[in-house]
């Protein structure tokens, strides 16, 4: 058996952030803004392409307050006085974000083309989706059924959603 893992071994571990999905009357901007409050006091590698993208606004980012990291699902911090989390769709129903069915399908939907997503929640509501995209290896099909062909037993592990790493 060999088990190996998604980000990096069979992707190409560059992601871009593709899309800033606004919800709940929250502009893009917005949601962008804030988000980069949060991934300021982040080394993570989609945080850095938050932080790439909205070095590009004509103004900065607000100051987080009472930053914690949830290692492997998110970032709770204040903005304004008002809770602001980024992550995974798991440390969102967490913090008892209330996603409705058509965020969750859209989501979903999102995930399923290999998507990875993060959730953005204000003030105990979700504000955006942020998809990222991260390309497969050219040789990653090829290595795999080599390893197959050898009798292994092949694994793929991530963080990522059951979707995304399907």
Known sequence: MIVLDKTGTV????????????LDGMSEKEALVQAAAVEAHSDHFLAKEILRRAAS?????EKATHVE????????????????????????????????DEIARRAEALESKGLTVVFFASDG????????????????????AALQSRGLETWLVSGDSQETTR
Request: charged share 30%; with cysteine; aromatic share 8%.
């Open 125 to 144: 509501r979700p504000r955006a989706l942020f998809p990222f995209g991260d390309l497969l290896k050219e040789t990653a099909r090829e290595t795999v």
């Open 11 to 22: 992707t190409e571990g560059c992601f871009s952030l593709l899309e800033i999905i606004s």
């Open 69 to 100: 990291s949830f290692e492997g699902l998110g970032v709770r911090v204040m903005v304004r006085g008002k809770e602001v989390l980024l992550g995974s769709r798991r440390f969102i129903d967490c913090r008892r974000v209330g996603i409705r």
């Open 57 to 61: 606004l004509p103004r900065g980012w």
